[in-house]
């Protein structure tokens, strides 16, 4: 007996919010190859769709049993080329600010990897908990890391830089982390826009309980309600349960007949 390929309930919405003019924001849902991923593009839309993974295709699936680090490398290697072009861009206008965010989840197998810069992130659902995966490349959280800030001033510090981002600098610095999955797990991936009008706590209440697209229409509500200060982009998928495939025949109770095992084949 072998157990059938992961299966996915996968929802996303983006909007521009309710107070920019245009939305910056842009995401890419490849639930085919297991790839999603949440950009949120600064000084010019042109940006975000310059890094976005899809800009330099999806990673090729070669194998079946191909490792999530190995993907994960592929969708790295895809971020570079997009960086250089944005930074060509800037030079073009006389060094005018223009990058973006960028968060993207790889899942394959029992594994999950995800990589990222800025402040668009990927959090984890697991046996009722919510665990933020990546870590905000910004001003803030790295005082807080250093012990400059407290957290609960942190939410009261009025400005907040990104000090990582795609296309502001040659050198394009990326993070990864990697770890296992299971059946029912749910990952968020979202741009800045929600985390600003959501708490943690709010995202583990509204991505449980409700199916993928259901939970991104009520996260994206609850921000406009409160404000939608910014683009607003949300992706959520959950893992389905996998299905066990029997090679051995089977007999049908009704005629006795030999069948194949439940892969349908």
Request: glycine share 10%; charged share 25%; with cysteine.
């Amino acid at each position: 007996m072998d157990v059938a390929p992961l299966k996915f309930d996968v929802g996303s919405v983006t909007h521009a919010g309710k107070v920019r003019a245009r939305n910056e924001d842009s995401c890419l849902v490849r639930t085919d190859t297991g790839l999603w991923a949440v950009a949120d593009g600064m000084g010019g839309h042109e940006a975000g769709d310059l890094a976005s993974p899809n800009s330099g295709g999806s990673p090729r699936r070669d194998r079946a049993t191909e490792a999530a680090l190995d993907l994960l490398e592929q969708c790295e290697r895809r971020f570079f080329a997009p960086n250089q072009r944005i930074v060509a861009l800037s030079r073009e206008r006389h060094g005018a600010t223009i990058g973006t965010t960028a968060a993207v989840l790889l899942v394959r197998d029992k594994h999950y990897a995800c990589v990222w810069a800025g402040d668009s992130r990927v959090y984890l659902i697991n046996g009722g908990a919510i665990r933020q995966l990546s870590r905000d490349h910004t001003e803030i959280e790295e005082l807080v890391a250093t012990g400059t800030l407290t957290r609960e001033d942190a939410g009261k510090w009025p400005n907040n830089v990104i000090t990582r981002a795609v296309g502001v600098a040659e050198d394009l610095e990326l993070e990864i982390v990697t770890g296992s999955v299971d059946p029912g797990d749910i990952f968020v991936i979202c741009s800045d826009g929600l985390t600003k009008h959501l708490r943690d706590d709010e995202i583990l209440q509204y991505a449980t309980g409700r199916n993928a697209r259901a939970a991104c229409e009520v996260m994206l509500e609850l921000a406009l309600a409160r404000g939608g200060l910014d683009n607003v982009t949300v992706v959520v998928v959950r893992l389905l349960a996998a299905v066990s495939r029997s090679s051995e025949p089977t007999h049908s109770p009704a005629t006795g007949a030999r069948e194949s095992g439940g892969d349908g084949s």
